[in-house]
């Protein structure tokens, strides 16, 4: 559920008018809705409470140090994957204690840094890794604590860009060769082994392959409790899915469930999530002005002010997000519209084959877009980037200004 409604035919976010938003902020905007991210984050944190553990929103998903320093007064952990996520969650009030740092690719700098703010865990990823962290943590003269991605090779069904968990992936470590390369570790002196951790893949609509994962992790687990390696975090990473269009997608509630009766009997292992998209996504909206609209022998265009730089999923995976009008015009008929942006490139578009009742200048609102919108966009054909707003009750706080050109080639020089 969000906060994102209609009020006397306006849409708002929690208790101000996205027409106002745009009018007072221009387009394209991101808006945010502080008490729709509490509520998504809670019922992670409610649906775990019977058991340790801690919810690291996974920074990819949304990084802006507004809707991050949101979570962090929850108390919420985090999920990062560079150097600059983690000095974002400094930004942001974070805790460094409740960071977990994920990715295939973490370099001795970035290692450094996490180990001098005191990181909860790193989550690694490759044999080679082991001994790059061994390396910087003996120049610093300090214990890391680790736990390895292990690959559990379960079909999440889902988009195979964002599926992770497949042995074809390039992440993690493949569950065969799990118990050696703990072994490995084990023998390194300033490791400190914590965890296990698996990341199966994104927008998951099924709780079945998380059972799965977490059974094969499990019996792991106990493995090396035989060889007197002894785990105390699973970290069972993100991925659950969320309405965009007619999806079913799992209450966290319903994933607790699934996995209720594994974890009652482990008391002594904490659990980790690392959910991005369902505490964000509906938590986002990006406002956009309808340029012009236009025909063609085939096709109706609804050209509009954002595009593919701003908001890149449609392009690059299909991705079908809601388009609604900020005000409805109750007595116009529906036309069927691509809706498309000013960016040169066919894919450059937000929705395909719309039924609207639009004209130039009216507003409208991309959904589910709070989760890999603003973080995922660009400045193709130099365009500056959006806006984003957080909306809290009546207020209205710029979390990031729009880009002015001159940010554009700020760092770039004539020859
Ligand atoms: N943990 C790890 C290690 C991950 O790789 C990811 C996402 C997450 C947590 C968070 O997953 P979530 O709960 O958000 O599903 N750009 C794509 C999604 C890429 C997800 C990558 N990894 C999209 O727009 O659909």
């Not at 002594?268 to 509906?282: D, F, W």
């Not at 973080?375 to 980037?385: A, D, P, Q």
Request: glycine share 6%; net charge negative; proline share 4%.
């Amino acid at each position: 559920m969000d906060f994102f409604s209609y009020q006397d035919n306006t849409l708002f976010a929690e208790d101000v008018s996205l027409a106002q938003i745009a009018a007072e902020h221009g387009t394209p905007t991101y808006v945010y809705s502080r008490k729709t991210l509490e509520r998504h984050w809670y019922a992670f944190d409610n649906a775990l409470s019977a058991h340790p553990h801690l919810i690291c929103f996974a920074v990819k998903a949304n990084s802006n140090i507004g809707v991050l320093s949101v979570l962090a007064k929850l108390g919420s952990g985090f999920d990062i994957v560079s150097g600059g996520e983690l000095a974002r969650v400094l930004a942001a009030g974070g805790d460094p204690g409740k960071v977990v740092f994920s990715g295939v690719a973490k370099t001795e700098d970035e290692i450094r840094f996490a180990l001098e703010q005191e990181i909860l865990c790193f989550n690694v990823e490759s044999f080679a890794e082991l001994d790059r962290i061994q390396k910087v943590a003996a120049e610093l003269n300090v214990q890391a604590p680790i736990s390895l991605r292990i690959n559990p090779d379960v079909d999440a069904n889902t988009h195979p860009y964002i599926s992770t968990g497949l042995k074809a992936n390039k992440f993690g470590i493949e569950h065969e060769k799990a118990v050696e390369t703990y072994q490995y570790a084990k023998t390194l002196p300033n490791l400190t082994i914590k965890g296990m951790d698996c990341h199966i893949g994104s927008q998951l609509t099924e709780t079945a392959p998380f059972v799965d994962a977490l059974d094969r992790l499990l019996s792991l687990v106990d493995e090396l409790a035989s060889l007197d390696i002894h785990i105390k975090h699973l970290d069972v990473g993100g991925g659950l899915g969320v309405t965009y269009k007619d999806e079913v997608a799992p209450h966290p509630n319903d994933y607790a469930s699934a996995i209720a009766s594994r974890m009652a009997q482990r008391p002594e292992l904490t659990l980790i999530m690392e959910p991005g998209r369902a505490i964000a996504a509906n938590a986002g909206v990006l406002l956009t002005k309808v340029e012009f609209v236009k025909q063609n022998a085939e096709k109706n265009f609804a050209i509009i002010d954002a595009a593919m730089n701003d908001l890149l999923r449609p392009a690059l995976y299909s991705a079908w997000q809601d388009i609604v009008p900020v005000l409805p015009r109750l007595n116009t008929p529906k036309v069927t519209y691509d809706v498309v942006g000013p960016v040169c490139e066919t894919g450059d578009f937000l929705g395909k084959d719309r039924d609207l009742a639009i004209q130039s200048d009216d507003i409208l609102a991309v959904k589910s877009a709070g989760a890999y919108g603003f973080v995922m966009s660009s400045n193709y054909n130099t365009r500056t980037r959006a806006a984003e707003i957080l909306v809290d009750g009546e207020q209205v706080h710029v979390v990031r200004k729009r880009e002015v050109l001159a940010d554009l080639w700020a760092n770039e020089s004539t020859v």
